[in-house]
Nanobody, 123 residues
Framework: QVQVVESGGGLVQPGGSLRLSCAAS????????MGWYRQAPGKQRELVAI???????NYASSVKGRFTISRDNAKNTVYLQMNSLKPEDTAVYYC?????????????????WGQGTQVTVSS
């Protein structure tokens, strides 16, 4: 069993900052990419940022220069530092991780999602 749990969402004024965290736990052998996605009301889920196991990163153009993704491999945790927040950043933010799971005599690569955390940017 593997769990992925986000934290850190909330209400912030335009121009403010928030830091999201996402921790994976369970029978984890290793984690490949970890990423953040978001879904605003009436819109499709979109990639915000992604980080590889060795630290390579990729960002959506709408957040480049404002958001920073990082990870702590020892803690199986990924972070999203969000600065200069705008009302259009309002969405439910989801964490995703590609995880090799220990099944005893085998291992399985799975795609795991957190439950989501609400970020609201409003004055």
């Amino acid at each position: 069993q593997v769990q992925v749990v986000e934290s850190g969402g909330g209400l912030v004024q335009p121009g403010g900052s928030l830091r999201l965290s996402c921790a994976a736990s369970g029978s984890i052998l290793s984690i490949n990419d970890m990423g953040w996605y978001r879904q605003a009301p009436g819109k499709q889920r979109e990639l915000v940022a992604i980080i590889g196991s060795r630290g390579s990163t990729n960002y959506a153009s709408s957040v480049k220069g404002r958001f920073t993704i990082s990870r702590d491999n020892a803690k199986n945790t990924v972070y999203l530092q969000m600065n200069s927040l705008k009302p259009e950043d309002t969405a439910v933010y989801y964490c995703n991780a590609e995880i090799f799971v220990d099944l005893g005599e085998a291992r399985e690569l799975g795609d795991y999602w957190g439950q989501g955390t609400q970020v609201t940017v409003s004055s």
